[in-house]
């Protein structure tokens, strides 16, 4: 679900930069922005470069119960779905002359995530209808934050933007218990 999500969103802001600045190629990428050893990758150059940072269950959610009816109205249960937050971050990789290229394209990303604060991704053709609904909210960090993020990223600091992505709903468990429908009556009940 984490790599669909993902994905989705990939392309989503890929078709809003091509539409907005006539591009021929994807422009955001979906990948570390440094190498394992701590080179630089080079598919990120002069590339928008989205990773998750982070994800968390979102709890207000946490209680819900995972019960539900099936044929013949009896109940499955299950294990209650999972709902998650994904923390994703968005930095534009773009040095030298295309600097200000990659600044037109972060605001493009920030102005496209206002305007479409909730998207419904199971509305578009061919996608999983696992995801029936995904919200964007902005995320506020101080300098300390910040720094701590770039130094475990293990980069330099680029212009980049954090978005809280809400709710990705795991709920592939497997059903538990199969409890039958009531069926007949006793005649024989007294009052």
Known sequence: MIDI????????LNQHLKNNFTLTENKVVLSNLVENDGSSSREVEDKVVL???QLDEET?????RGRGGISGG???E???PLFLNLHVFCCTNFRGPNYIEGLNYLSA???YFQQNRILFPAASLGFSNKIEKLSFELCKL???QMSNIWSSIGAKLLPSVLYKVG???????PISKITPAISGTNENVTN
Not at 5 to 12: A, E, F, G, P, V
Not at 60 to 64: A, F, G, V
Not at 167 to 173: I, Q, T
């Open 5 to 12: 999500t993902l994905t989705y969103i990939r392309d989503s």
């Open 51 to 53: 990773f998750l940072i």
């Open 60 to 64: 207000s959610l946490k209680n819900s």
């Open 74 to 76: 009896a109940f499955a």
């Open 78 to 80: 299950r294990n209650a």
């Open 109 to 111: 990303i920030v102005r």
């Open 142 to 144: 101080n300098y300390d």
């Open 167 to 173: 709710l990705v709903v795991m709920d592939d468990s």
